[in-house]
């Protein structure tokens, strides 16, 4: 679906920058498609720096990690204006758990691809509640490319968009995995919901 910009287009003035979202819910494999692409324009010998957010450290403190536990290098930071202060020359800038950072990160999204990076966001586009996490909404709204990807109902093995948390905390991040929360599809994540008023 995305071709890797040639090698000899980053010696260019002239090279166009773009931004593509990967969204979905908990287990859907946003990640595994970030590290995916990533390893892809690592193969096409581009430069690629990869960015996290420091709370995200549930695999590992530093490296993007998958729940298949594919990884991949990266520099995790406190700040969406970091990733500007750390990506230097590179082609590729790949960011994951976009939903956790600072509404700065749209900004900082837009600047990397005018100067002509390709810039790869994985992240939650609803929290637990359903509703639209942190600044993903404005990301999926300047991307030119977006993919929405569906994990399978813990529940009823329907496709699911939902992340259901299984605790009853209202803190809207809180990070974890399968120990905190569970793919659902609409009605199973309804009739939780209900259940849990």
């Known amino acids: 679906m ?7 287009a980053s010696d260019s003035n002239q090279k166009s920058g773009w931004i593509e ?5 908990m287990f859907s494999g946003k990640t595994e498609e970030l590290i995916r692409r990533i390893n892809r324009a690592i193969i096409a010998k581009q430069k690629v720096e990869i960015f996290k957010p420091i ?3 549930r695999y590992h403190p530093i490296n993007v990690v998958s729940h298949n536990e594919r990884q991949v290098r990266s520099t995790p930071v406190n700040f969406a204006n970091d990733i500007l202060l750390l990506s230097g020359n590179c082609d ?8 956790f950072f600072d509404e700065d990160i749209v900004k ?6 005018n100067n002509g990076k390709r810039v790869i966001v994985a992240g939650l586009d609803m929290d637990f509640e359903g509703k639209p996490f942190g600044s993903m909404p404005n990301l999926l709204a300047v991307a030119e490319f977006v993919t929405k ?8 093995g329907e496709l699911a968009s939902f992340s259901y948390r299984l605790d009853q905390d209202l803190d809207k991040i809180k990070v ?3 120990n905190l929360y569970e793919a659902r599809s609409r009605s199973s994540f309804l ?3 209900g259940e849990k008023e």
């Open 176 to 178: 974890g995995e399968k």
């Open 149 to 156: 990807l569906h994990a399978i109902c813990a529940q009823t």
């Open 55 to 57: 709370i995200d450290n």
């Open 108 to 113: 900082v999204c837009n600047t990397l691809a």
């Open 191 to 193: 009739k939780g919901t």
């Open 2 to 8: 995305f071709v890797e910009r040639p090698l000899n």
């Open 92 to 99: 590729v800038v790949g960011i994951d758990e976009a939903q």
């Open 21 to 25: 979202v990967i969204c979905g819910c």
